[in-house]
């Protein structure tokens, strides 16, 4: 199994509305999650860090399910700008000292 | 504060040359690692290092490649007889702290003709 899968897409919804899609993990002990947004051909920047059970900042909502081993990222009054690659990275195992990156998903927001 | 300084943006090379990446830290950050993006395709994990020593290599290919991070100056990752598969993105990311405030630099697009 991969250490992280996730729907690549691509989401294609208009802009105002509100997007969710998740990402599942393979390392049940992972306690640290990230969600990375990737412009095309641009460094990922650090969107938002998850270290319990969810996070919130502004249109934002990241929550995580340990039990099912999901972390979903919900976006609200979706912006044009908000159109990009999404990925989710888990903390690795101990000792596991870098990020594994999956594909991610790729949203587009319409005018 | 300056983040992630990599250079060249982009770089040239006909098979068989030698490429040579350079990725300076932000400041305080003295773990540095290195990512390659082929295009349509994810991050994938090359290699980790710490001032003058390799932590993982684990993602990094077995011949051609290598990689230091000297106790001065940048980080370098060494691409010897390029190919043109070897055409593609490579990101260097630093943290002062193994994985937590992971900064990425800006990258630089390796072209192989």
């Known amino acids: 199994r991969k250490e992280v899968e996730q729907d690549p897409g691509p989401f294609n919804v208009p802009e105002g509305a509100t997007v969710a899609f998740n990402c599942t993990y393979s390392?049940?002990?992972?306690?640290?999650f990230f969600w990375y947004r990737q412009d095309c051909r641009k460094e990922p920047k650090l969107l938002m860090s998850v270290y319990s059970s969810g996070n919130e900042d502004g249109r934002f909502t990241a929550q995580l399910n340990r039990a099912s081993q999901y972390i979903s990222l919900l976006i609200r009054d979706s912006k044009l700008s908000d159109s990009a690659t999404y990925l989710c990275v888990p903390e690795g195992i101990q000792g596991a000292q870098k990020l594994v990156f999956g594909q991610g998903t790729r949203l587009t927001i319409n005018p | 504060n300056a983040g992630v300084m990599q250079n060249p943006r982009h770089l040239v090379r006909r098979r068989g040359q030698e490429a040579r990446l350079r990725c300076s830290p932000m400041?305080?950050?003295?773990?540095v690692y290195w990512y390659r993006q082929l295009p349509e395709e994810g991050l994938k994990f090359m290699v980790y290092l710490q001032k003058e020593n390799i932590i993982d290599e684990s993602g990094m290919p077995k011949e051609r490649f290598s990689a230091e991070f000297p106790k001065e100056g940048p980080s370098i990752l060494r691409i010897q007889q390029v190919v043109r598969g070897d055409s593609a993105a490579y990101f260097c990311?630093?943290?002062?702290?193994?994985?937590?405030?992971?900064?990425f630099g800006s990258g630089t697009r390796l072209t192989v003709v």
């Open positions: 990311a630093s943290s002062p702290d193994r994985i937590y405030g992971y900064t």
């Open positions: 400041k305080g950050h003295s773990h």
């Open positions: 390392n049940s002990a992972s306690q640290s």
